[in-house]
């Protein structure tokens, strides 16, 4: 464990806290390319230029934890997740701000299964080079996660009411955003048909 004087430059949050109702399991234990959405998520920042990294659980959280072994991972859980995604958010960044020097954190979502440890580099390298405040991804005429945010920021992620999410952020300072494109972020799984589909477009 690093100490609080100890310089933490990128953080990351992982937010995998919803109970998949669309679903009608459990989306974090989806397998996709012989890996959970979750596993693949966690592999992903964790093979990526970040700090520390942070998972947040809400739903499902005892199903989940007795088929993914987390033990060497620091995860929270959001006892408030069915108010909204915010509430996951903020609970992991003031985890992060609390414990560490940030100066930036980034988001992801455990049901983006396309989201690799390439893409999450090539935005913390566009927030170093580029000077601006928040790196967001670009996919079907939009600007989403997984998306970076300057320290400059936290107060008003931390003031984001239950059902706002960080695109309100995003859209609301898009003179300091710069954009990466990434095309599959586009494809998320939220129902039974999304993870079909998936799967039929991996065999192809």
């Not at 964790?46 to 739903?59: E, K, R, S, Y």
């Not at 893409?119 to 998306?147: D, M, W």
């Not at 239950?162 to 710069?178: N, P, Q, R, W």
């Amino acid at each position: 464990m690093r100490k609080k004087d100890e310089i933490i430059t990128i953080g990351a949050i992982i937010l995998a806290a919803g109970s998949s109702s669309r679903l009608g399991k459990p989306k974090q234990l989806l397998i996709f390319e012989n890996e959970s959405l979750l596993e693949r998520a966690i592999r992903a920042t964790q093979n990526a230029n970040v700090d520390q990294f942070v998972v947040i659980l809400g739903g499902n959280v005892d199903e989940i934890q007795s088929k993914i072994d987390l033990s060497s991972r620091k995860v929270l859980m959001n006892h408030n997740w069915s108010s909204g995604m915010a509430s996951s958010m903020q609970l992991g960044l003031r985890y992060l701000i609390e414990n560490y020097n940030l100066e930036a954190v980034l988001l992801l979502l455990c049901d983006q299964p396309y989201t690799h440890a390439g893409v999450l580099n090539s935005i913390i390298k566009a927030y170093k080079e580029s000077g601006k405040g928040i790196i967001a991804s670009k996919y079907q005429n939009t600007l989403g996660v997984p998306a970076l945010f300057d320290k400059r920021y936290f107060d008003e992620m931390l003031s984001l009411k239950s059902t706002e999410g960080a695109k309100k952020i995003i859209l609301s300072h898009v003179e300091d955003t710069v954009t990466i494109d990434f095309p599959l972020g586009a494809i998320d799984i939220d129902t039974v048909a999304d993870y079909e589909k998936l799967i039929h477009q991996s065999l192809n």
